[in-house]
């Protein structure tokens, strides 16, 4: 096991019975307390890896350890406190009556007494400023409130890692950007381990902080984000796009002869890199006019 590794997976392969394999000889790390998002076009691997690293389903060739344990040798139960998975669309996930009741769920069926599984339920609820919609019946929330109690309903068994099947789907851009701040809230502030599987480049690098890309099965890249989404040849390959704004300051190079350096992945980083181009520009003008 690789130090320093929440998760590691060591030759995955995965198929559904005599089907094509899934997933092919994955070997890679998950980093504790990191964040990492797991990109790759419709049918690249990314909800079937999920689902092996949660346990739901076992590996047809490879290992995932689990902090230096087969994930096989661990329990149900330690498994089930130290995973938490997170599916796609919350109406798979929730099914109780109410919000609390759904949240609770977890914690009750851990054999928790009431009072213990209620505190755990609150706690979770409060983390993804859901508190208010505890006693609200599941079938009259919103989408993006549906996507908040499913993930409390994760967070309420305690699990240090948390594997997300693209949160952000289906959410309009306000609804993204407030679930993608949550889940850098609960990366940097509650130290949980972050692995997403998702299509949404452009938020990703204000919060992640390292990207695997599947293309067909196969792990094309694992590597730091600045490196990962600097490779457009790459995202392309894999059926993605650089960010926007990272796209816009290569064709600045390109086609406008502008140097860039380093390729820019957020407004902010683009703000600063045409402030300084301006700033250069500004002091050749005037060398010039001193001559």
Partial sequence: MKSGAAMQAIGLGFSYGDGPDI???????????GFTAVLGANGSGKTTLLKLLSGLVS???????LRGQPMGSISHEKRYTSVGLVFQNPDDQLFALTVEEDVAFGPRNMGLDESMARKKTVEALCLVGAA??????VYELSFG?????????????????????????????????NLMRLLGELHRDRGVTIVMATHSVDLLPLFA???????????MKDAPIKNALADGGLLEQAGLRLPYVTHLMRELETKDGLEMGSLP??????????????????????????R
Wanted: charged share 25%; aromatic share 2%; net charge negative.
């Fill in 265 to 290: 992945l957020t407004v902010g980083e683009a703000r600063l890199r045409i402030l300084d181009i301006l700033a250069g520009n500004a002091s050749s003008i005037k060398a010039v006019a001193d």
């Fill in 209 to 219: 902080d390292r990207i695997m890309i599947l293309e067909e099965g196969r792990l």
């Fill in 59 to 65: 590996p047809k060739s490879g290992e995932i350890m």
């Fill in 145 to 177: 409130q549906k996507k908040r109690v499913a993930i409390a309903g994760a967070l309420a068994m305690g699990p240090s890692i948390l594997l997300l099947d693209e949160p952000t789907a289906g959410l309009d851009p306000a609804g993204e950007l």
């Fill in 132 to 137: 208010h919609l505890a006693d609200r019946p």
């Fill in 23 to 33: 997933l092919q000889g994955l070997d890679f790390h998950l980093p504790h307390g």
